[in-house]
């Protein structure tokens, strides 16, 4: 799978009545300088429950920076990237082409 990396930004995080639909996979560093990988379909918003400390799974890792951000049109491929993600190799590939691309 070969993956092109960009620093973009979310447009406005929400998107209009007309717009395509984003699923977004992305990457938090935490205070213990973990990744924490999830996905939603507003990231904006998330992103504000996550460093209000209204997550429970990283209200006690705060704080909590974006790192990455992927953006999928179809909300299947968006979970199974997620899924790849956590794994074993999906780590290592977070390890090697976004944290230390950040450093």
Do not use: Q
Request: some cysteine.
């Amino acid at each position: 799978m070969k993956i092109n990396i960009k620093n973009t930004p979310v447009p406005n995080g929400r998107p209009s009545a007309d717009a395509v639909r984003f699923y977004y996979v992305y990457v938090l560093r935490c205070n213990n300088n973990l990744p924490y990988i999830g996905c939603t379909d507003d990231l904006i918003s998330l992103l504000e429950r996550h460093k209000k400390g209204h997550v429970p799974a990283t209200k006690n890792k705060l704080p909590v920076k974006l790192i990455a951000h992927f953006a999928f049109s179809n909300k299947h491929t968006a979970f199974n990237f997620e899924k790849y993600l956590k794994s074993g190799s999906g780590r290592v590939f977070i390890k090697r082409h976004i944290f230390e691309t950040i450093k």
